[in-house]
């Protein structure tokens, strides 16, 4: 679950990513995946273990998520919990350390530079989500139901059975090495969230 050998898990993080830049598609603008920032010009950065490359780059960004004209910066991170590194530490302080290791990373960076916003979207292997990504995902859910029309409780129950799917399906590549299956896109556009909820039984 952790060795990186093969790509296995940077494929489990970019489904991750490619998943959530779907999602704001639908709802805001200006949405890409792998952004760079936008290069130092003699700032000092407030942690030693700041990202300070000229091409450093985050996962995902789109304009007006959290405040209107404003820029957001999102970037992920997957970790397995049963990691050796993990196994002293309680499961709510191995969420924080690692959102607290992506802010110091690029939380100054992008808040003096790019002038932005930046959330740290930390997950477990297993599908557990950080305090931040969890108040992200809320957010999300909110106004993709309001720009749809459709219910909040049917738009979280698919969001949530979609990101645990992309992580189920990552954590099997991880255990059982490479598998070749064809690619898939989802339409959101006119996607019934209600409908899909109902029809596949999925727990609201």
């Excluded at 209107?68 to 049963?82: C, K, L």
């Amino acid at each position: 679950m952790t060795c990186k050998k093969g790509g296995f898990v940077c494929i489990r993080h970019d489904k991750v990513r490619d998943l959530t830049a779907s999602m704001l598609r639908e709802v805001c603008r200006d949405v890409s995946t792998a952004p760079t920032l936008l290069p130092l010009n003699g700032e000092h950065m407030q942690y030693m273990t700041a990202n300070t490359a000229n091409e450093a780059r985050v996962d995902v960004s789109a304009r007006g998520f959290w405040t209107r004209g404003q820029r957001a910066f999102m970037d992920i991170r997957i970790f397995d919990p049963m990691a050796a590194c993990y196994q002293r530490i309680a499961l709510e302080a191995a969420h924080e350390k690692n959102e607290q290791d992506k802010i110091r990373s690029y939380g100054d960076r992008i808040r003096n530079v790019d002038h932005g916003s930046f959330t740290p979207l930390v997950f477990t292997t297993s599908g557990g989500m950080g305090p931040k990504a969890k108040y992200f995902y809320s957010r999300l859910a909110d106004v993709m139901a309001e720009k749809k029309h459709q219910p909040r409780s049917h738009v979280v129950a698919w969001m949530r059975c979609r990101l645990s799917f992309s992580l189920l399906r990552s954590a099997l590549l991880c255990l059982r090495g490479t598998r070749y299956s064809a690619p898939t896109t989802i339409d959101l556009a006119g996607l019934n969230y209600q409908a899909t909820v109902v029809e596949n039984s999925i727990l609201v």
